[in-house]
C-alpha cells in the first residue's frame, strides 16, 4: 500500500547506492524533481534505465550518480546532444558509464517483459544492426512452431521505478493521461514504486484512456506540484522548451555544468531555488541557465555538418528559396498517395507536416511516443510534444505502437533521418570513428529506427548532403537498409520494401533497381551532379537520365514558412490545474 510522504523520506527509504533506477516518462511527465532529489542525497552507482535518457539523466549522469545506462536513443529532444553523456562515455568525466543498448521497440519489450515476470521477450527487430554485438541483453530464439528466428530481449525488472503522474488520492491511488509512454510497464516491472504527483485529490475522476495505478502495486506518493519541469505534466502544464535550449550551452562546459548542479540543485550560494523541492509541496523550479552565468563555448559541430574541409556543396537557388526548402518541399511531396506516416523529429517531421497541408491532407501521422493521426498546428520540437496527443485520433503505449501497429505492417512510409549513409542506405546514429588515439565520437542511438525502416511498407529519409553524412562505409550500422545489395532483406526476413529514396539538399538518391546502391537520379534547380558526387564518400552513380526537381511553389513556400513561424511562437510556461 502506498504511503504518501515527502520526496526527500521517499527517496531515502526506497533508492540506495548500486540499485538499478528507472525514471520513465516519454518526454512527458518526467520525474525531474526525483532527479534533483537523487542527486542531493549523494547517491552513488547507480544503474539508470530509462527509453530516452535526455536531459534529465543528462544532469544524473553529469553529478556521478550513475555507473551504467539502460537506453534506446539518447539526445536533448529538438536541441542535440547530451553533453554530460558523451563527456563520460567518451571521457570517462566524472566517471566511466557503461552501456547496455537497445532499440526503442527492444526497450519496451524488455518492461512488457518485465512487468509479466517473463524472462525475456520476443520481437523482430535488430535484424541487420550491429547493436547485438556490443549488447549482452539481445539475442535470438527459434519459434518452436514455425522455425523463425526471432529477437530476444532480457526482461528489465528495476529496483526501483519513479514516474511523475497528475494525480493520486489520498489512499495511494495514481492516475496519469497524456502521453503515458511505457509508465506502467516500467512501474508494474519493478520491486519498489514511487510516484510524484501534481495533486492529491479526494477521489479519481474516470479519464478515457487514463492509467491508474492501485494503492497496493505503489510504495510511496510525493505531492510535488510542478515536479515533471522542464517536461510537462498534460492539464497542469506544458513543457519548458527553453530550458532544454538553454541547457546544451550549460553542459557543454564542466565548469558551467557543476555552477548549476551547486546553485539549482545542491542549494549551495544565493540563487538555490532546487533546494526544498518537494518538501513543501513547492514546484521544480530550477531553471537551466538563468542563475549561471554560461560561457561562451566553442560550437560543436552536429553529428551529419559538413567539415570544415569540405568542398562547398551550397546549391545556387532562387533568392526567395533556399537550399533547405527547396530539400523540405521535395520531402512534402514525396509524400503524395501515403495513406500513413512513421515520423522522425526534425527535418522528417517538418516534412511530414508540410505534406498535410500541401499535397497529402488526409495523411495520418504516426509519431513512436504513441499518437495515431495527430494534426499540430505548428512543428513539434519533440516526439512528445503536447499537441500531438492533443490533436490525435488516439493514443496509445508505447509497447502498443511497435508491437500492434509497427510490427504489425500497418504503417505504409517511415520517414528517417540519419548521420551517416552508405551507398545501400544503411544508416548509423550510434557512434563514429574519430580516428587512431581518440574515443568513438557519441550519437544518440538507434531510437526507433532499425523497427521502422524493417516493417513501414517504405521508407524515406532526409538529410543535408555532405561526405560527412554520405560514407563510403559505415562507422556502426545501426539500421538496416538493403544491407550489401539484392536480397539481403529478403534473406533476413524484412518486410517492407526498404529505403526508396533519399532527399537531400543538393537533389535525391533512390535505389538502382538491380543492385539497389543509390544513384543519383534528381537534382534540385541550380545544382550540377559534380557538386553531389563531391559531397559524396563514394563513387557516386548517375542514372541515365537525371530528372531536375519542380521549384517550390508559392503556396508550398508559404505553407511551409507559416509552420516554422509557428514553431517559433511557442505557448508561455504554464502551471495549474486548469492549465
Known amino acids: 500500500m502506498a504511503d504518501i510522504r515527502s520526496l526527500h523520506e521517499a527517496v531515502a527509504e526506497l533508492i540506495h547506492d548500486g540499485d538499478t533506477v528507472a525514471l520513465e516518462g516519454f518526454t512527458h511527465l518526467i520525474p525531474f524533481a526525483a532527479a534533483h532529489e537523487i542527486i542531493r542525497q549523494g547517491l552513488k552507482d547507480l544503474t539508470l534505465a530509462r527509453m530516452t535518457p535526455d536531459v534529465v539523466y543528462d544532469q544524473l549522469i553529469g553529478a556521478g550518480a550513475a555507473r551504467k545506462l ?23 568525466w566524472p566517471a566511466p558509464l557503461e552501456i547496455d543498448e537497445h532499440s ?8 512488457a517483459a518485465g512487468a509479466a515476470r517473463l524472462p525475456f521477450a520476443v520481437l523482430r527487430g535488430y535484424r541487420g544492426s550491429d547493436i547485438p554485438a556490443r549488447t549482452p541483453t539481445v539475442s535470438t530464439v527459434v519459434c518452436p512452431f514455425t522455425g523463425e528466428e526471432l529477437a530476444a530481449v532480457a526482461a528489465l525488472n528495476p529496483d526501483v521505478t519513479v514516474i511523475h503522474a497528475q494525480q493520486a488520492d489520498r489512499a495511494g491511488n495514481v492516475q496519469l493521461w497524456g502521453l503515458t509512454g511505457v509508465q506502467k510497464e516500467a512501474a508494474l516491472a519493478a520491486r519498489r514504486v514511487l510516484v510524484t504527483v501534481e495533486e492529491i485529490v479526494g477521489t479519481l475522476e474516470p479519464r478515457p484512456g487514463s492509467v491508474v495505478l492501485p494503492t497496493w502495486v505503489v510504495d510511496a506518493v510525493a505531492l510535488v506540484p510542478g515536479g515533471a519541469h522542464p517536461s510537462y505534466a498534460a492539464g497542469y502544464s506544458v513543457r ?18 557543476g555552477r548549476w548542479l551547486a546553485e539549482c540543485v545542491r542549494g549551495e550560494g544565493s540563487s538555490a531555488r532546487g533546494a526544498a523541492v518537494g518538501d513543501a509541496g513547492a514546484g521544480d523550479r530550477d531553471g537551466a541557465g538563468a542563475a549561471v552565468a554560461v560561457p561562451a563555448a566553442s560550437p560543436e559541430r552536429a ?10 556543396s551550397t546549391p545556387a537557388t532562387a533568392p526567395d528559396c533556399t537550399p533547405d526548402e527547396l530539400m523540405e518541399v521535395n520531402a512534402a511531396r514525396a509524400l503524395a498517395g501515403a495513406r500513413s506516416c512513421f515520423v522522425g523529429i526534425g527535418l522528417p517531421s517538418t516534412a511530414a507536416n508540410l505534406a498535410r497541408r500541401t499535397v497529402n491532407p488526409d495523411l495520418v501521422l504516426v509519431y513512436e511516443s504513441g499518437t495515431l493521426g495527430s494534426k499540430p498546428t505548428r512543428l513539434p520540437l519533440s516526439i512528445g510534444d503536447g ?31 540519419a548521420a551517416q549513409v552508405d551507398r545501400f542506405a544503411n544508416i548509423n546514429t550510434t557512434v563514429v570513428d574519430r580516428g587512431p588515439g581518440r574515443p568513438e565520437g557519441r550519437l544518440p542511438g538507434a531510437g526507433g ?23 563510403g562505409t559505415l562507422d556502426f550500422v545501426t539500421t538496416l537498409g538493403h544491407g550489401a545489395g539484392p536480397g539481403d532483406r529478403a534473406a533476413l526476413g524484412l518486410p517492407g520494401a526498404g529505403p526508396t529514396a533519399v532527399i537531400t539538399d543538393l537533389g535525391v538518391l533512390r535505389p538502382d533497381p538491380d543492385t539497389a546502391e543509390l544513384v543519383l537520379t534528381e537534382l534540385h534547380p541550380g545544382v550540377t551532379a559534380d557538386q553531389v558526387r563531391a559531397a559524396t564518400g563514394w563513387d557516386l552513380r548517375e542514372a541515365d537520365r537525371i530528372g531536375v526537381t519542380a521549384p ?9 514558412r507559416a509552420l516554422k513561424a509557428a514553431a517559433a511562437d511557442e505557448p508561455p510556461h504554464r502551471s495549474g490545474k486548469d492549465a
Open 70 to 92: 539502460v537506453f534506446s536513443w539518447g539526445g536533448n529532444p529538438g536541441v542535440g546532444s547530451l553533453h554530460r553523456f558523451r563527456d563520460a562515455v567518451e571521457h570517462g
Open 104 to 111: 526503442h521497440a527492444g526497450m519496451a519489450n524488455r518492461y
Open 240 to 257: 519548458d522548451n527553453a530550458y532544454y535550449r538553454e541547457w546544451d550551452g550549460i553542459a557543454r562546459d564542466r565548469a558551467a555544468f
Open 303 to 312: 553529428p551529419g555538418s559538413a567539415p570544415e574541409d569540405a568542398p562547398d
Open 387 to 417: 499537441e500531438l496527443a492533443d490533436t490525435a485520433d488516439s493514443v496509445v503505449s508505447v509497447p502498443e505502437m511497435f508491437n500492434y501497429w509497427l510490427q504489425g505492417g500497418r504503417i505504409d512510409v517511415g520517414f528517417l533521418g
Open 449 to 471: 529506427a532499425p523497427e521502422i525502416a524493417a516493417n513501414c511498407g517504405q521508407v524515406l529519409m532526409v538529410l543535408r548532403h555532405s561526405r560527412r553524412n554520405f560514407v
Open 552 to 560: 517550390p511553389t508559392p503556396a508550398e513556400l508559404a505553407a511551409l
